[in-house]
Each structure stands twice: as C-alpha cells, then as structure tokens.
C-alpha cells in the first residue's frame, strides 16, 4: 500500500493516519476517481481526506486507521523528549523572578 500520491491533488494530509488513509484509497478506488471526488467536494467542504472517503462511499478499514505500536512508541519517544527538554529549560516553579 504504497501509492504515489501526487501534490497537485491538494488533499489535507496532517499526519501519518491520513497518509495511510489517502495511499488506501488510491490503492482501492485509484487515483482518478480519488481525483474527481476531491473536485466534487460541495461549496466549502475541506479536502480532508476523510471528506474524500465520505464522496466514495468508503470506509476505511481498522488497519488503515489504527496507528501500528511502532510508530506509536516513536511518537511518544519523540513527546517524552520533547517534555523532558522544556522540564529542564523552564524555571522552578518556586524561584521567583525578578
């Protein structure tokens, strides 16, 4: 599942979830029609590509939704040092500035 999903079809792709989710529905539908439903979206509707999936009528399997446990402990790795890093940047909550 492994599409090449092309920037000129100027779909909202926020994360990996929507990665995984656009690359299914390219891989199912193809991306024609993919294409032409993002054109068909109604007056203001953002091009998410839930919104797509909703113009084709397709559900998007557990598979494709559900983050797998590797990239979910690599993202709470990446949050863990992030936290630590403004923890150690950020003043004790018991000194007081001046």
Not at 82 to 95: Q, V
């Amino acid at each position: 599942m492994e599409a090449t999903i092309p920037d000129s079809l100027d779909v909202i792709v926020a994360n990996e979830r929507d990665r995984r989710s656009l690359a299914y529905l390219v891989d199912t539908c193809r991306l024609q029609r993919v294409a032409k439903a993002r054109q068909a979206l109604p007056g203001r509707t953002r091009p998410y590509v839930s919104n797509i999936a909703r113009m084709l009528g397709v559900t998007l399997p557990e598979a494709v939704v559900i983050t797998p446990r590797a990239e979910g402990r690599r993202h709470l790795s990446e949050i863990k040092k992030f936290l630590t890093a403004r923890a150690i940047a950020a003043p004790a909550p018991h000194e007081r500035r001046n």
